[in-house]
Every structure is written in C-alpha cells, then in structure tokens.
C-alpha cells in the first residue's frame, strides 16, 4: 500500500491591494495552464515556472449577490475559491478517506492570500472550512457502512512556542510541549481535540480559535503574520463488517508571512534578527531544500526537523508518510516582484520532495482486534477447564481476571468516542447559548468592534456598551467593567455611558484615548462608525445603535484607515507627502511607498513607546521622515525615506535608526516585553545585558543634515567665501556654516583677482588647485539642546571614495573650525569642469556625543602632490605624485607654504628694491604699457566676479524666499502663536527686502567701479573729471 508520493504544488495570485492599487501598480505575474511567469520590473526580464496547479484569481471576477468572487463570465479564467476546492481541497479529502495522511500548506508573504485561501472571508469560504463540510457530507453517505470519528484541533506557533486555541482554560506560560513518541511520532502534549459531528460545528470551533487567537495576540502585543496556525483533522473510519479500519491525519496549516528582512538596514544592525522570531520558517525553508536535494540524487547527510517546532509536527507531510499540497500564494504587484519570485522559488524546490504515504491501520484498532482475540482465547481455555472440573483453580481465577480486564478495555475503547462527543456537545450547547446571546446583544446595543491588521482577526471582538455607566480597562473584577487587555491599557482606562440613545467616552487621568485619529481629554460623544483606539494600539469601530445601521460596507474601515486618519493628525497626508506627483494627479510611487511606511511603522512606534515605559528603558522613539536631497549634490528633491528618532529621556542622547533596524528591533523588545509579562516583572525577570538589549545601541555619530556648497566659483578661479545653511532631514535649520573655496597655487598661495577666468574650458588640459576651507559654525542647535555634545563636518569629494572629515569641536555653539584642506587635479578634465559647474559640494554635520568616537578620513587610500596636496584625478597624476600618511602631508603642506610665501616675499621686495633704485636713478617705467596687457582680462574678471557674487547673493535670497513661502504657523496655533509668527514672519520679509535691495547695490556699484576703472584706464574718465 505504500507508493512514492511527490509533492503536488500550486500557485495562486490575488486582486491588487488598496495599497497597490493606488500606488499604480503593474501585474508582474502572468498563467498558463499549468505555468506561472514572473517579469523583472526592472529589467522586464522573465522567468517560467511549472507547477501541477495555477490559479489566476487577479482578475476577470464580480462580486455577486451572495457576496461571492466569480468568474466575470461562465468559464472565465478567474479562479474562484470552489474550483481551488475541486483540485486541491477534493485532492486532500479523497486522500484522507482512502486512509492516508494529508497536508495542506499555504506558504506566501504577508498579505498574499494564504488565509483567504485557507480559512477565507465571509461567504468566500476557503479550503478548510469547505473541506469540513464536505467531510460531514461523506460521513453521512457512507454512515450505513463506516463509522467515523472526527476530532479537530487547532494551534498557533508563535515565536516557538505552542498555543492551544481550542483551549478552555487560562493559558500556560511558555505554551504546551512538544514530545516525541516511536508510535506516534511528534505530537504536541495536552492539546485539546474536540469530537466533531458537523461542518457548522468546525466552523465554529475556528471562530473560536481565531477569537483566541486574536486576545492572545493583543494581550501579548504579537503580530499574528509572524504566527504559524495548524489545524489537525483526526479521522476514523471504523469498517465494522470488513473490521477495518483506516486513521489518517489531515494538516492544514497557514504560514507565517514569509518576507525576508532583506533590507540593508537590518543586516547592519548589532542585533540580528536571529533568536526564534522565525525559526520555524527558516528551519521549513532549510527541510525542503535538504529534501529537494536529497530528490535530485545530491547526497543529503541530515535533515534538520528536529530544529523547530513547525518540522516536527509537519515531518510526515515533508518527506513521510503523508500526500502533501503547497499552496504558494501570490501579490501580482511590481512592487512585491523580489518576494513573490523568492516565492516561486520556493515552490520549485517543494515540488520536488518524494513522500512515502500508506494506508494507516490503527494500533488501537489492532489492539481491540488483539483483546477480542486473546478473549475468545481465555474463553476456550476457560471452558476447557471447567471441563476438566477445575473452575476453581487458581489458574482459572487468573483467567477469568485477565477476561475482565480485556473486557473493561475493550469498553473503553469503545465508549471513549461517545464520551468524547458528549462533551463536544455539552461545549457545543454552552457555545450555541453564547452565540445567541451575542446575536440578541448585536440587535439591543452600541458595541465596539477589534480592527487588526491582519484582516482574518478583523471584527472577531465585539464589547457591548449596555445601558448605564461602564469602566472598560485592564480590571476584570468590578461588575461594571468592560475587560480589555492591551499595550498601554491602564487598569481604568475610560468610561462608557449609554444613557437617552446616546453613548460618550470619557478617558481616566492619564489614559490615551484617540476618537477618529484625535486624541480626547473630556466626554466625547461617539457616533456610529467613529474609530477608537485605546492605549498604543487597541483599536475598535464603534457600531452605534441598531437603528443608526444601514447597509453600509464596514470593511473600509480597515487598519490602514485607523492609521491613516492619525496620520493626518499629525500632519502627514497621503496628498500633502505625494504633493511633488507629476502633475498628471498620479502620486509619485515611491512617495506614496513612504506614506505606507509611515502608517504601518506608526502604531509600531507607538509600541515600542508603551513597552520602553513598562520596561523602564527611559528611551523614546518618533517618526521622521528623511529628505534625501539633502545627501544629493545635485540638489534633487524627491527622494524620501523614513527614519526613527530614538532619544534617551535622561541623558539626551541620540540615536537615529533605519526603519529595517528599527522593525528588527521592534520584533526583539516584543519578544523582551512578552518574556517579562510571562515571568512578572520585579519577580526574577532579569533584564538582558545591554549588548543584548533591543532598546540599546553604543552611540554613533548622528548625521545632523547637510549644507549645499556650489562649486561654480572654483571653474572661473574665483575665490568664493560663503555661508551655508546646514538642513536637517525634515528642513530645520541646524547651524550656519562659514566657508570658502579658494583656488591657489600648487604650493597653496591664493590666486588674485587676475587668475579669474571668462571662459572655464581654459582650465582643460591644466593643473588646478585650490582649498576648502571650513571657518566657523554658527548656532548649532545640536548644542542647544544639550551642551556636552560635539561636533564634526565631513565631505566627499568628486569621484574620490572616501570621506574627509574635519577635526571634531566641543562643547561650543558657534565652534571655530579652522580647517583647510587642498585639493588638486592634475589634468582637468571635461567632466570635472562639469562636476563644478553643476554639483555642490555636500557638507554634513555630524554631532557627536559623550562616549561615541570620532569620524575618521581613511588616509591609505589617498593620493597626495610633493606640496602634500590631496589629488582628486588619481589616474592623471602620473609620477608626480605619492602617497603621504595625511597628518605628515599637512604640516609638510604647511611648510611648503611658508616656504613659498618666503620666496614670493623676497622677490616682491627684490622688485621693490629695483624700483626704489630706478627711482633713485630717475628713470621711471611706463606704467601704462606695463598694465595694458591685463587690462581687459581684469576688467571681464571683474565683471564675472560681480556677477558671481550677484549670483551667490541670489542663491541666498533665494532660499530665503523659499523659507518664506514655506513658513506656516502650527495648526494648533493659538492668538499668541499667531502674533508671533506674523512678527516673525515679518522680521524675515525685511531681512528678505534688504538683503535684495543690497545685493542689487552691490552689483551696480561693482558694475560702476568696473566701468569707472575701465575708463580710467583707457584715460576717459581722467579726461572727463580733470
Ligand atoms: N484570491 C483573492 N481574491 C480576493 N481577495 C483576496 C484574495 N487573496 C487575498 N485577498 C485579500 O487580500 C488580503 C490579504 O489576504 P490574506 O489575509 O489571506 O493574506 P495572508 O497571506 O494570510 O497574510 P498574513 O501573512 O498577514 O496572514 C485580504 O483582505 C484578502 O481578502
Ligand atoms: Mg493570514
């Protein structure tokens, strides 16, 4: 009866999401019959894969009457959930009544469609509860022939550890056991298996589980995508007349959300992902590739079941007595390419397990066939012996007491399934009565209802609010409270009252509560479809009064709406963030990618606020969002990203984390923060060490933000002296740096004002030098807030790798730098003169704190002139240069300088000395001639100077201007807000108005100076005044 199984594989692909709907998003998946293609977004290039099942349910459906998703036409190509029933759930049930092992696995990202595969939503039934129902249908067919005993059981994996779902009493810390037995294999210890005779009855028994599931997830503050759901079918079918019978288990299991933490983010954080988090899903992931190895003919030494606890449980349906299915579940969207085709490979492998299933006799059944045996066999040797006279014998009465024995076992076995479905009634009844009293209170009261982020725990809770007054909070022993666990749900939290058809909330003391994205302090009237959320994260919608119901479509209200409108609260709005769109009214995509992140990292932040505070970790982490224009050296404003502040409330000191770091981190402090609720705080709960603490990390050099210097200046050899305003990410001013560009002399003797060039392609071909200068900072507010704190400018030059970075300066708002640095290009090429003209040089402040190190240049790799230059074009600079260790090569530069600085002195007084000397001779120098030849090259200079100083003025002005515009009182401004930012506002505007008005008289008195110098020296201006 045993045969080679393979692993049979299907894939399915969902509609497009909200998300990615509005993110406009392209379908990158497409189906043949039996072969999936999957396009490179990028690179449009395709890959085919083959798997026994395909199953197009992106489009071509409608949503009927029953609420059910059919094919748009009768025999369209949309994959409804009964014809993935008729393949896979038929396959399984087939399988299962033949006496084999079965499992169903959905594997897929979060989001993808394993649940609604699974468990589905609403009328869309999925595979689980159709294949109940049908079960019962065959048990009542062939009931005449067969008896059949079902016992159902449901569990969730979450972080290692087993949760019994089905459990009716409270939970056990650190989840149930699993053990390993010869017969039986590994099995989990103490689960509740409930008899079942119904469809409606499993049915119910998965609401009940997926209630379970969602308190525990909200009491444990865990995220059910990283959960692993299993649910176990036991089945018997007794074949009395053929005494026969056939066992076989049936797995259906629901994956946790496969993503990856691929993000650089988190492969650079101290902490890494590791510990159990997914554990099983990777060990799942390590088990098939080792089977798909071992089915290529590759030599396989071990196969890793025993690492986590979901292989143990699945070791027959990977590689053993089991027929197993995958169902790889799909996103179609661009956006989701890198983790559906990880999917896809995934799959691929699995295809390729070989399984051995038999036939399962059970031993139980062996066993009664084994007592019946030996009973009938006491039985003729009892008879002999009373007819041999020796009914009395001992050996007769050690007979007669194993008879009773067997016979009491044999009883056993048999009443056990009545008993057991006696109680699964009893449960039943006590259910049903629950039920209907949850129906009869849907129809009288106001009630809240959970909204989760994963959907399939959507609308699973619902507190009525009764007439009267009711506390709702953490208590549970008042009669008048309405009891909630959860993250920041203090022991009272609010107040309810239902009283004249009108229900309000008010919140206690300190506690958070947020009505429609608004956090109240005061009696709120709450209204039908108003969204609540208590404490960091709870969040209900409030159902008001039956009659205030119509048929409204509840469903909208989702997570991301909840998060949304708080969002919006705060001032982040899908429009305003998107505003840069393409005019076309399309938001930008990677903006709106930003605005996701934005909401989905919101609540986490809120999160890891609530457990910084329970744990006493005395951090806090905000939201931010990056401008990444200001790393960008063209100046490119589009790019943004989010990042998290975390500040520590005692000493001040800053951290800023990735938001990958951060989601990694987050996974961590749960983990800390459920290990400390399981243990009780203060009663042997040590905290970890610090290396070890998701909330710490050793201080690192903080980017502040940046400063644009445009290089222009240096492509017409104008020395340019400038102060730059260094930005934050979010566009505050950090500080006010003052700076120059200088161009100079190989030996770093500034260049005059005759070296100024009209046309910059007369430096092609040439050597070029100058330096930067870094003079002064100026109110930084880094310092501001805290004073033992520091500072450090670092910069990148051209295509040179690394960074240079300044000494680092202390404890001073408006620090002196007193940097300079020389660079030189040997050759100038087209494309430095282009980098000049239209790049800045991006300087970044970098505020440094007690304990953390300084930013170091890496001086190996730096190419240096013999005047100890830094040479920016490498290639070029053939044998004239050579590497110096960087500190030698300044005090040489230095020295090279002095020295040269000498000499010029000494010539410019030889010179001096000859004129004296021709002067004292009599014989004076024509003057005129010996200044004509620079006369018009000095006059354009000075032009191209006037203007370039013009234009930097502008530059300023013009960022200004923009602070202007970009000036907006707070939304909550009061009377005196208001005032003083119209003061302020009007301080800036006259700032603005004079700046200008200077600047235009700065031109035109250059312009004139020019103009009169050029007179002067073509003698018509001493003509005129003379
Ligand atoms: N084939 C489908 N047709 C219509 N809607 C679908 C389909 N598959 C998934 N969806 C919708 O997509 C959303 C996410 O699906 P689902 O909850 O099944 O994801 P999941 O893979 O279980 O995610 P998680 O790992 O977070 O549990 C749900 O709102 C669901 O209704
Ligand atoms: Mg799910």
């Known amino acids: 009866m045993s045969g080679k199984d393979r692993v049979k594989v299907a894939v399915r692909v969902r509609p497009f999401s909200k998300r990615e709907e509005d993110a406009g998003s392209r379908c990158v998946v497409s189906m043949g019959p039996n072969t999936t293609t999957i396009m490179d977004p990028r690179s449009q290039q395709v890959r085919t894969f083959t798997f026994d099942y395909s199953y197009w349910s992106h489009s071509g459906f409608l949503r009927n009457k029953e609420g059910l998703f059919v094919p748009e036409e009768p025999g369209g190509r949309y994959a409804d959930q009964s014809s993935v029933f008729q393949d896979l759930g038929q396959a399984i049930l087939e399988n299962a009544l033949q006496g084999y092992n079965a499992t169903l696995l959905a594997y897929g990202q979060t989001g993808s469609g394993k649940s609604y595969s699974m468990v589905g939503y609403g009328p869309n039934k999925g595979l689980v509860p159709t294949l109940c129902e049908r079960l019962f249908q065959a048990v009542k067919v062939n009931q005449d022939t067969c008896q059949f005993q079902v016992f159902f059981s449901m569990?969730?994996?979450?972080?290692?550890?087993?949760?019994?779902?089905?459990?009716?009493?409270?939970?056990?810390?650190?989840?149930?056991?699993?053990?390993?037995?010869?017969?039986?294999?590994?099995?989990?210890?103490?689960?509740?298996?409930?008899?079942?005779?119904?469809?409606?009855?499993?049915?119910?028994?998965?609401?009940?589980?997926?209630?379970?599931?969602?308190?525990?997830?909200?009491?444990?503050?865990?995220?059910?995508?990283?959960?692993?759901?299993?649910?176990?079918?036991?089945?018997?079918q007794i074949f009395s007349k053929e005494s026969i019978t056939k066992e076989s288990t049936i797995n259906l299991v629901d994956l946790a959300g496969s993503e990856r933490q691929r993000t650089s983010g988190s492969e650079a954080d101290r902490l890494k992902e590791g510990t159990a988090i997914n554990l099983s899903l990777t060990t799942?992931?390590?088990?098939?590739?080792?089977?798909?190895?071992?089915?290529?003919?590759?030599?396989?030494?071990?196969?890793?079941?025993?690492?986590?606890?979901?292989?143990?449980?699945?070791?027959?349906?990977?590689?053993?007595?089991?027929?197993?299915?995958?169902?790889?579940?799909l996103?179609?969207?661009?956006?989701?390419?890198?983790?559906?085709?990880?999917?896809?490979?995934?799959?691929?492998?699995?295809?390729?397990?070989?399984?051995?299933?038999?036939?399962?006799?059970?031993?139980?059944?062996?066993?009664?066939?084994?007592?019946?045996?030996?009973?009938?066999?006491?039985?003729?040797?009892?008879?002999?012996?009373?007819?041999?006279?020796?009914?009395?014998?001992?050996?007769?009465?050690?007979?007669?007491r194993l008879l009773t024995h067997n016979e009491l076992q044999i009883c056993a076995i048999q009443t056990l399934w009545e008993q057991h479905l006696q109680e699964a009634l009893k449960d039943w009844e006590l259910q049903y009565a629950t039920m209907t009293q949850e129906r009869r209170m849907i129809q009288t009261f106001p009630y809240i209802l959970n909204v989760n982020e994963d959907p399939q725990l959507s609308g699973v809770v619902k507190l009525f609010i009764q007439e009267g007054e009711w506390n709702i909070g953490l208590s549970d022993s008042s009669p008048q409270t309405i009891a909630i666990k959860g993250l920041g749900i203090q022991e009272k939290h609010a107040a309810f009252t239902n009283l004249d058809r009108q229900v309000t909330i008010t919140p206690v003391s300190q506690a958070k509560v947020t009505v429609n994205g608004s956090l109240i302090s005061s009696r709120t009237e709450l209204h039908h479809l108003d969204r609540l959320i208590l404490g960091s994260n709870s969040t209900y919608l409030f159902i008001g009064f039956p009659l205030e119901r119509n048929a409204e479509d509840?469903?909208?209200?989702?997570?991301?709406?909840?998060?949304?409108?708080?969002?919006?609260?705060?001032?982040?709005?899908?429009?305003?963030?998107?505003?840069?769109?393409?005019?076309?009214?399309?938001?930008?995509?990677?903006?709106?990618?930003?605005?996701?992140?934005?909401?989905?990292?919101?609540?986490?932040?809120?999160?890891?606020?609530?457990?910084?505070?329970?744990?006493?970790?005395?951090v806090q982490f905000k939201l931010e969002i990056k401008n990444l224009a200001m790393s960008d050296s063209m100046g490119h404003d589009l790019e943004k990203e989010i990042a998290i502040r975390v500040t520590s409330e005692e000493t001040k000191q800053v951290w800023v984390w990735s938001k990958a770091k951060f989601v990694n981190r987050k996974f961590l402090m749960e983990e800390l923060y459920q290990q400390q609720v399981a243990e009780g705080a203060g009663s042997g709960w040590a905290p970890p060490p610090r290396d070890r603490d998701p909330f710490w990390d050793p201080l690192e050099p903080l980017h502040l933000g940046s400063a644009h210097l445009w290089l222009q200046s240096l492509a017409f050899r104008i020395r340019l002296e400038e102060q730059v305003e260094v930005l934050g990410p979010e566009g505050s001013e950090e500080a006010i740096l003052q700076?120059?560009?200088?161009?100079?002399?190989?030996?770093?003797?500034?260049l005059g004002e005759d070296a100024i060039l009209i046309d910059p392609t007369e430096l092609l071909d040439k050597r070029q030098d100058f330096q930067l200068v870094l003079e002064r900072c100026c109110g930084l507010r880094w310092l501001k807030e805290a004073r033992d704190r520091g500072v450090q400018i670092g910069f990148r030059m051209y295509t040179l790798p690394q960074a240079f970075y300044a000494p680092s300066v202390w404890h001073n708002m408006n620090p002196v730098l007193d940097h300079r640095v020389q660079f030189t290009v040997m050759k100038?090429?087209?494309?430095?003169?282009?980098?000049?003209?239209?790049?800045?040089?991006?300087?970044?402040?970098?505020?440094?704190?007690?304990?953390?190190?300084?930013?170091?240049?890496?001086?190996?790799?730096?190419?240096?002139?013999?005047?100890?230059?830094?040479?920016?074009?490498?290639?070029?600079?053939?044998?004239?240069?050579?590497?110096?260790?960087?500190?030698?090569?300044?005090?040489?530069?230095?020295?090279?300088?002095?020295?040269?600085?000498?000499?010029?002195?000494?010539?410019?007084?030889?010179?001096?000395?000859?004129?004296?000397?021709?002067?004292?001779?009599?014989?004076?120098?024509?003057?005129?001639?010996?200044?004509?030849?620079?006369?018009?090259?000095?006059?354009d200079a000075e032009f191209a100077r006037a203007l370039k100083v013009f234009y930097h003025s502008m530059t300023t002005i013009r960022g200004q201007l923009q602070k202007l515009r970009c000036n907006k009182p707070k939304d909550d401004a009061d009377h005196a807000d208001l005032t003083f930012f119209v003061e302020e506002q009007g301080r800036l505007l006259r700032d603005f108005g004079e700046q200008l008005e200077q600047s235009v008289t700065v031109l035109k008195q250059d312009v004139a100076a020019i103009v009169r110098k050029k007179r002067e020296k073509s003698g018509i201006w001493s003509t005129s005044t003379s």
């Open 331 to 400: 996103s179609p969207a661009d956006m989701c390419y890198e983790e559906s085709l990880s999917t896809l490979r995934y799959a691929e492998r699995a295809k390729r397990i070989q399984n051995r299933a038999v036939v399962n006799e059970s031993p139980t059944e062996h066993l009664l066939k084994e007592l019946k045996a030996e009973n009938a066999k006491l039985l003729t040797r009892l008879s002999r012996l009373a007819d041999e006279g020796r009914q009395a014998s001992s050996e007769s009465k050690e007979l007669r």
């Open 554 to 618: 509840w469903s909208r209200y989702d997570y991301d709406y909840f998060q949304s409108e708080l969002a919006a609260a705060e001032g982040i709005h899908i429009h305003s963030l998107c505003s840069s769109s393409d005019g076309r009214g399309q938001p930008d995509p990677s903006l709106l990618a930003v605005f996701y992140d934005y909401i989905k990292l919101m609540p986490m932040v809120a999160e890891a606020n609530q457990m910084s505070q329970e744990l006493r970790k005395g």
């Open 739 to 750: 700076t120059q560009l200088v161009p100079c002399s190989p030996a770093g003797l500034p």
């Open 155 to 236: 569990l969730e994996i979450y972080n290692e550890q087993v949760i019994d779902l089905l459990a009716l009493g409270p939970r056990s810390g650190g989840g149930l056991k699993v053990r390993e037995d010869q017969q039986r294999g590994f099995y989990v210890e103490g689960l509740r298996r409930v008899a079942c005779k119904s469809g409606a009855q499993v049915e119910r028994m998965m609401e009940q589980g997926t209630r379970t599931r969602t308190t525990a997830a909200t009491h444990l503050n865990a995220s059910s995508s990283r959960s692993h759901m299993l649910i176990t079918l036991q089945l018997k």
């Open 828 to 939: 100038t090429s087209q494309d430095f003169l282009n980098y000049l003209q239209t790049n800045a040089l991006v300087l970044d402040l970098w505020g440094l704190q007690a304990g953390c190190a300084d930013l170091t240049s890496s001086p190996e790799s730096v190419m240096l002139t013999q005047e100890g230059s830094i040479v920016i074009d490498g290639a070029g600079a053939g044998d004239r240069v050579m590497p110096l260790p960087l500190d030698l090569s300044v005090s040489y530069q230095a020295l090279q300088q002095e020295l040269e600085r000498m000499k010029i002195i000494i010539v410019s007084l030889r010179k001096e000395n000859n004129v004296l000397r021709e002067q004292l001779k009599g014989t004076k120098p024509s003057r005129r001639s010996e200044r004509r030849g620079s006369l018009r090259p000095s006059c």
């Open 284 to 329: 799942l992931g390590n088990v098939i590739s080792s089977l798909a190895d071992a089915a290529l003919g590759k030599r396989v030494v071990h196969i890793p079941y025993r690492d986590s606890v979901i292989t143990k449980l699945l070791q027959p349906a990977l590689g053993g007595n089991s027929r197993t299915i995958m169902v790889a579940t």
